[in-house]
């Protein structure tokens, strides 16, 4: 499956993007998803996960309460909608398949990383 995430750009402190990520290719529904994210001179951070069905979630401590994933296997897409934006969200986002909707299977690609979007938070 090859994906392109779209939706970032310059938001002030305390601001909402929603980032969305196309799919093509086949059986999108078959995989389960991640976003993930790269700030300066930082290794890939993974964010979020949603299961196949897109009926479970599950994000990272430091954006739970903020960020939310969802996806639509109908349009294949998937989307992270960050809202109350911190200064530290600031990095280039990447949404990827994942090896699966456990713990240690979530943060693990399946391929490389494609066209992230860059969100930058700044005041």
């Known amino acids: 499956v090859q994906l392109q995430a779209s939706g970032g750009g310059l938001v002030q402190p305390g601001g909402s993007l929603r980032l969305s990520c196309a799919a093509s290719g086949r059986a999108f529904s078959n995989y389960v998803m991640g976003w993930f994210r790269q700030a300066p001179g930082k290794e890939h951070e993974f964010v979020a996960a949603?299961?196949?069905?897109?009926?479970?979630?599950h994000v990272v401590d430091s954006v739970k309460g903020r960020f939310t994933i969802s996806r639509d296997n109908l349009n294949n897409k998937v989307y992270l909608q960050m809202n109350n934006l911190k200064l530290e969200d600031t990095a280039v986002y990447y949404c990827?398949?994942?090896?699966?909707?456990?713990?240690?299977?979530?943060?693990?690609?399946?391929?490389?990383w494609g066209q992230g979007t860059q969100v930058t938070v700044s005041s």
């Open positions: 990827a398949a994942v090896e699966g909707f456990t713990l240690s299977t979530m943060t693990s690609p399946l391929s490389s």
């Open positions: 949603v299961s196949w069905s897109g009926g479970s979630t």
